[in-house]
């Protein structure tokens, strides 16, 4: 069983203002004993190419991946190629997934917050290989209930993701996928529903000091204003081409 993350964040985001690095998060999810991280920018996929290495060296394989709005909605887009740029709408998704093999996760699909899937995942079922277990849940209020029971009337495997801004996210909630250690045959494990969720609640304070750091970050600079080099070892997004 393999340790992994499908949603985490670093400082090569194009939208949100994340002060850990690439090989910071590598690190990180090293000691915590993950064997694989999706990498999942805000509407950019990180080009893994210089920070794959380095991974591998500290035992972690990296999967490609992408946080992309669609039709204003997030959706994790997961092991595919750069076409991820072009999509824009859940046709462009159907049109992505008949030409690729890849894994396609709503996260924090039932969340107070207009990015989130609601209704259109419902619309969209189909489209849709996994559904995401994500982190920030308390013991007495967790957004997720409504995802288990959608996932499960669905027969949708879950998967458990940190939704990494910050390191202290990372290790409290993740999947445990029965796959050898390789990006395609990890996802093709999800999706045959070989993944098991392992969640610990958060406290109220961790919570709240989690989102008052997220808020206090973007109300005193913006998003993404000047922050420090995207990784230790390389500037290493590229722009999706439209």
């Not at 959706?75 to 894994?103: P, Q, Y």
């Not at 917050?113 to 967790?142: G, H, I, Q, T």
């Not at 959608?150 to 990494?164: E, F, I, M, Q, S």
Request: charged share 25%; glycine share 6%.
């Amino acid at each position: 069983m393999i340790k992994v993350d499908f949603h985490t964040h670093t400082a090569d985001d194009p939208q949100d203002r994340i002060p850990h690095s690439t090989t910071e998060l590598i690190d990180r999810a090293a000691e915590l004993g993950y064997g694989a991280l999706a990498i999942t920018l805000h509407e950019r996929q990180l080009d893994l190419a210089r920070v794959a290495p380095y991974a591998a060296s500290r035992g972690v394989v990296l999967i490609r991946g992408v946080e992309r709005a669609i039709e204003g909605k997030h959706v994790l887009l997961i092991n595919f190629s750069r076409a991820t740029g072009r999509v824009r709408t859940f046709a462009d998704l159907e049109r992505l997934k008949a030409s690729e093999s890849g894994l396609v996760i709503a996260p924090h699909a039932f969340y107070p917050a207009p990015s989130c899937l609601w209704r259109k995942l419902d619309r969209y079922a189909p489209l849709f290989d996994a559904v995401e277990y994500n982190a920030m849940f308390l013991r007495d209020l967790n957004f997720n209930d409504r995802a288990v029971a959608w996932a499960r009337a669905h027969g949708k495997p879950l998967v458990g993701n940190g939704d990494v801004h910050r390191l202290r996210q990372l290790g409290t909630t993740y999947s445990l996928v029965d796959a050898a250690p390789d990006a395609d045959a990890i996802c093709a494990a999800v999706a045959a529903g070989r993944v098991r969720v392992e969640a610990t609640p958060i406290s109220w304070r961790d919570a709240a000091s989690i989102m008052t750091d997220l808020l206090a970050w973007r109300l005193t600079a913006g998003p993404r204003a000047a922050t420090k080099p995207a990784s230790d070892s390389t500037n290493s997004s590229q722009p999706e081409s439209a």
